[in-house]
């Protein structure tokens, strides 16, 4: 008892004087026992009211403040998150409901957000990214980094396949250069859930107008013609720029020196007379 009445006083206890009481009490002054009788102590006022103010009288006041200050804040706290909420979720669901009309005639693109995001990025690339060419501004010389080993990442759903990080690009300007938010939203998209939908088209729907009218904005031009996939030119244009320029390879015939795409893989296909 003693050492936690010295806990509670700081760690020193005043000693009583000696009297004439403790002597006959066997004149230990450990021995000192509370008074009698016990009397009520709640911290509201003295023993008889006087000697201490009566502060029972002040704790509705200071309740009445403290419950006027806990309301105003609560009140900032829900004006705050009101505003937040019109500053953010008005523009999220206003985004919302308009990707959502893409699927309203005449588009009829009922996708995902995920390709809608994509689609934007795609149509942002177009009208607002710079157009380089080969002048000194996109590719100067002071530029040109001492050769060196590429950091490279795995492709996502590729098989082992490794290709240089967009920091390693030597010549991009700033304003051709994604940023690091740019960066982080293209590695979060394939978070995005991802609905696949198998309707078929419609009876004498054109399938390439249908694609035309939802990409035509970020479709990128075509430059070869193909209008017959089975003439020779084309099978010569498939073989030396098309599949040929990964499987090209060089035989001797004859002591000459000839180039070969080896394609045994497409033998089983069925192929026309001739």
């Not at 006083?9 to 009481?21: I, L, N, R, S």
């Not at 029972?56 to 900032?76: C, E, H, K, T, W």
């Not at 690339?125 to 710079?130: I, L, N, P, Q, V």
């Not at 967009?166 to 740019?182: H, I, K, R, V």
Request: hydrophobic share 40%; net charge negative.
């Amino acid at each position: 008892a003693a050492a936690h009445l010295a806990s509670m006083t700081g760690g020193y206890v005043a000693a009583p004087e000696w009297d004439e009481e403790m002597a006959k009490g066997g004149g230990d002054w450990t021995q000192l026992q509370p008074e009698e009788p016990r009397g009520c102590r709640i911290f509201c006022c003295g023993s008889c009211a006087g000697c201490c103010p009566p502060y029972f009288l002040l704790v509705p006041v200071i309740g009445l403040l403290g419950f006027a200050v806990a309301m105003l804040g609560v009140s900032l706290t829900v004006v705050g998150i009101m505003v937040a909420a019109m500053l953010c979720l008005c523009p999220i669901m206003t985004f919302f409901a308009w990707s959502r009309m893409w699927a309203c005639w005449p588009w009829k693109w009922n996708t995902d957000l995920y390709t809608k995001l994509l689609y934007l990025t795609y149509q942002y690339d177009f009208y607002w990214y710079e157009v380089p060419d080969t002048s000194s501004r996109y590719f100067p010389v002071e530029k040109i980094r001492p050769k060196r080993k590429l950091a490279k990442y795995n492709i996502e759903y590729a098989l082992n396949l490794q290709v240089p990080t967009g920091d390693e690009e030597e010549f991009f300007t700033t304003s051709m250069q994604a940023g690091p938010l740019a960066k982080f939203v293209e590695d979060q998209l394939a978070l995005l859930p991802q609905t696949d939908r198998f309707e078929t088209f419609e009876e004498g729907e054109n399938p390439v107008e249908y694609v035309m009218r939802q990409f035509g904005s970020v479709y990128p031009t075509i430059y070869q013609d193909w209008s017959d996939k089975r003439s020779d030119r084309a099978l010569a244009r498939f073989c030396l720029h098309g599949i040929g320029a990964h499987r090209v390879d060089s035989v001797m015939e004859d002591g000459a020196k000839l180039f070969v795409v080896r394609a045994d893989v497409l033998a089983r296909l069925p192929v026309r007379p001739g």
